[in-house]
């Protein structure tokens, strides 16, 4: 698959597990280990472990094996590895914590300078 199908696949599957605060970094550049990172918001340990389900089902479907989940046991925090693109799901308080957005997304000032 190619990454932008990837991306829909994902943004798809979160929307209709309902993934609150859906989003996508692209960190093509600053990284060799993915193309994008998605970043979404479980309700719940609970919620955070079904998304994490959803999405690797919904990429098996089509043919796109997971390279790794890391993280399904305690469920506060849970990342599906799918090659191009990581996708990070997370309670509420855990992202709020790690606050992932300020490390990987560029500010619209050094857009401008690359």
């Known amino acids: 698959m190619k990454t932008e199908e990837i991306l829909a696949l994902v943004e798809m599957t979160l929307d209709d597990a309902k ?20 970043i979404a ?7 955070v472990k079904s998304l994490s389900n959803y999405v690797v089902e919904a990429s098996k479907e089509k043919g796109l094996l997971p ?7 305690d469920c506060d925090w849970v990342l599906v590895d799918l090659g191009e693109v990581i996708v990070h799901l997370m309670t509420a308080q855990t992202r709020e914590f790690y606050q992932l957005e300020k490390l ?7 857009k401008a300078l690359v």
Do not use: N, P, Q
Request: glycine residues 12%; without cysteine; charged residues 40%.
């Open 104 to 110: 990987w997304d560029v500010s619209e000032e050094e």
């Open 41 to 47: 918001t479980g309700t719940s340990r609970r919620h």
């Open 19 to 38: 993934g609150e605060d859906l989003k996508m970094i692209d960190v093509r550049g600053r990284t060799t280990i993915a193309d994008f990172m998605v």
């Open 67 to 73: 390279r790794g989940v890391e993280g399904d046991t």
